[in-house]
């Protein structure tokens, strides 16, 4: 295939994967999709009042995030973190990724729940922290073959700053406790 050809796949691909996410809500061929729910607080957010449209593209942008990231650590590839993450969480996650394509293992992330809550927005509507209580069945694979399944409960601080057309991930800190 030519790099040309090639090309047009890649873009045919993202175009139908992006139209399958904004009619469905998943893009296709995932696990556990289906079952990805974010919920969000903005009720404790300060000193600034978190919008309407601001507190819907949240919700949307962070499942969007989650998405990409299980798709990432499950198939062992870097491309779904270019978009939802930047800075310090997407360097983590890259490291992630890289490492388990060192070792021949990969995660699944089945079954997810966020309860998100905003505790604080800039004045400016420049970064907004959130605290993330997740949920999920995290599967472990060795070379392809299950090795563990358990559920699992995390605590995330994470700091989402608004970009070109979405608002990304720049932290994704997991904490014992909030």
């Given at each position: 295939?030519?790099?040309?050809?090639?090309?047009?796949?890649?873009?045919?691909?993202?175009?139908?994967?992006?139209?399958?996410?904004?009619?469905?809500?998943?893009?296709?061929?995932?696990?556990?999709?289906?079952?990805?729910?974010?919920?969000?607080?903005?009720s404790r957010a300060g000193p600034r009042v978190v919008e309407s449209l601001t507190r819907q593209r949240i919700l949307r942008d962070y499942r969007f995030a989650w998405r990409s990231?299980?798709?990432?650590?499950?198939?062992?590839?870097?491309?779904?973190?270019?978009?939802?993450?930047?800075?310090?969480?997407?360097?983590?996650?890259?490291?992630?990724?890289?490492?388990?394509?060192?070792?021949?293992?990969?995660?699944?992330?089945?079954?997810?729940?966020?309860?998100?809550?905003?505790?604080?927005?800039?004045?400016?509507?420049?970064?907004?922290?959130?605290?993330?209580?997740?949920?999920?069945?995290?599967?472990?694979?060795?070379?392809?073959?299950?090795?563990?399944?358990?559920?699992?409960?995390?605590?995330?601080?994470?700091?989402?700053?608004?970009?070109?057309?979405?608002?990304?991930?720049?932290?994704?800190?997991?904490?014992?406790?909030?």
């Open positions: 295939m030519t790099r040309q050809a090639r090309c047009a796949s890649h873009a045919f691909f993202a175009l139908f994967s992006l139209a399958a996410f904004l009619c469905c809500g998943s893009l296709p061929g995932r696990a556990g999709d289906s079952t990805l729910s974010v919920q969000l607080d903005t990231l299980s798709e990432a650590v499950e198939f062992n590839t870097l491309n779904p973190l270019n978009g939802p993450f930047v800075g310090d969480a997407k360097r983590w996650l890259s490291e992630t990724v890289t490492s388990q394509q060192k070792s021949g293992i990969s995660q699944r992330y089945t079954h997810q729940s966020h309860e998100l809550g905003a505790v604080f927005y800039a004045p400016e509507g420049d970064v907004i922290e959130l605290h993330d209580t997740a949920r999920y069945e995290l599967e472990i694979f060795d070379a392809g073959k299950a090795v563990d399944s358990q559920p699992i409960v995390v605590h995330y601080v994470v700091l989402m700053t608004p970009g070109s057309d979405r608002w990304v991930i720049r932290q994704l800190q997991a904490v014992p406790q909030f």
